[in-house]
Nanobody, 131 residues
Framework: QVQLVESGGGLVQAGGSLRVSCAAS????????MGWFRQAPGKEREFVAA????????YYSDSVKGRFTISRDNAKNMVSLQMNSLKPEDTAVYYC????????????????????????WGQGTQVTVSS
């Protein structure tokens, strides 16, 4: 089992940058593929990015590709999301999530984009982008 705690959210102007991080505790962090999701008021939770156990393979949603970068540090049990060129439509609560069921070879063929593919979730951190 793994516990996840996000940090780094806040208020930023459009065009600015923000980095959100997720600290993991528990066993075998490096055996989990990790993902970031976000949820805006009145909308469903949506996939943002995912990273393989080693960090060598990443996926992004079309809406953030080229602006966001997901990374992980297995020695520190951390996964981060660097967000650049932020837009008001990026405003949401950002959640990190861990999956063991999709951490194997299948990760390299198809991205785990569905929330149900993840086993553990953090509590979320608010990101607000003003126009």
């Amino acid at each position: 089992q793994v516990q996840l705690v996000e940090s780094g959210g806040g208020l930023v102007q459009a065009g600015g940058s923000l980095r959100v991080s997720c600290a993991a505790s528990g066993r075998s962090f490096s055996s989990y593929a990790m993902g970031w999701f976000r949820q805006a008021p009145g909308k469903e939770r949506e996939f943002v990015a995912a990273i393989s156990t080693s960090g060598g393979r990443t996926y992004y949603s079309d809406s953030v590709k080229g602006r966001f970068t997901i990374s992980r540090d297995n020695a520190k049990n951390m996964v981060s999301l660097q967000m650049n060129s932020l837009k008001p439509e990026d405003t949401a609560v950002y959640y990190c999530a861990a999956t063991s069921t999709r951490s194997g070879a299948s990760f390299y063929y198809i991205a785990p984009r569905g929330p149900r593919e993840y086993d553990y979730w953090g509590q979320g951190t608010q990101v607000t982008v003003s126009s």
